[in-house]
């Protein structure tokens, strides 16, 4: 079973960007859709952006236009790029894929928090 691991995550202030990564411990090209997750203090795990193989990419109303999907078939790679950050975009996120979630996994997730 592939394995993903999250970073990039920081403390940044309102109006910053960052990068998130996801590298798999194996080939993601056989997981059709992955996509980003977060999960705020108190909330429910919420799905911010999706992105299938060949590049279609859908995004949770509240980060479109700020937030762009990305990924590395090659490299085994998923990326997120957050621009504009907001309080409300704090939140531990986590990368995963359709299947892997079919089978329970999650991954550790990495810490994003935005200060005003």
């Known amino acids: 079973q592939v394995q993903l691991v999250e970073s990039g995550g920081g403390l940044v202030q309102a109006g910053e960007s960052l990068r998130l990564s996801c590298a798999a411990s194996g080939s993601i090209f056989s997981l059709n859709v992955m996509g980003w997750y977060r999960q705020a203090p108190g909330k429910q795990r919420a799905l911010v952006a999706i992105?299938?193989?060949?590049?279609?990419?859908n995004y949770a109303d509240s980060v479109k236009g700020r937030f762009t999907i990305s990924r590395d078939n090659a490299a085994n790679t998923l990326y997120l790029q957050m621009n504009s950050l907001k309080p409300e975009d704090t939140a531990v996120y986590y990368c995963?894929?359709?299947?892997?979630?079919?089978?329970?996994?999650w991954g550790q997730g990495t810490q994003v928090t935005v200060s005003s």
């Open positions: 992105i299938t193989r060949d590049g279609s990419t």
């Open positions: 995963n894929a359709d299947r892997l979630i079919a089978l329970g996994y």
